[in-house]
Nanobody
Framework: QVQVAESGGGLVQAGGSLRLSCAAFGRPVSSNVIAWFRQTPGKQREWIAQISSGGTTIYADSVRGRFTISRDNTKNTVNLQMNSLKPEDTAVYFC??????WGQGTQVTVSS
């Protein structure tokens, strides 16, 4: 069984940066696809980035060039570096381990 937990959210001004972390417990992050999603009230959860077990990264158009997903095998975490943040990036951010485990989410608020 695997569990994941997000951290690193907070309040930041537009143009600023935040670094989110997704920690996995029970299985190595290197053995599966780890994806980041975000959700705002009343909207469906939106996929934004993922990293495969082989290290291949993919991004949604809305974040490509601003967000970077990376993996730290020694800490068993997957990180999401978010730069040039916009108010429309405000959401609860979730990570998912494969297709089997979601975290509780971390709130990111970008003020204008």
């Amino acid at each position: 069984q695997v569990q994941v937990a997000e951290s690193g959210g907070g309040l930041v001004q537009a143009g600023g940066s935040l670094r989110l972390s997704c920690a996995a417990f029970g299985r190595p992050v290197s053995s599966n696809v780890i994806a980041w999603f975000r959700q705002t009230p009343g909207k469906q959860r939106e996929w934004i980035a993922q990293i495969s077990s082989g290290g291949t990264t993919i991004y949604a158009d809305s974040v490509r060039g601003r967000f970077t997903i990376s993996r730290d095998n020694t800490k068993n975490t997957v990180n999401l570096q978010m730069n040039s943040l916009k108010p429309e990036d405000t959401a609860v951010y979730f990570c998912r381990y494969g297709s089997i485990a979601w975290g509780q989410g971390t709130q990111v608020t970008v003020s204008s």
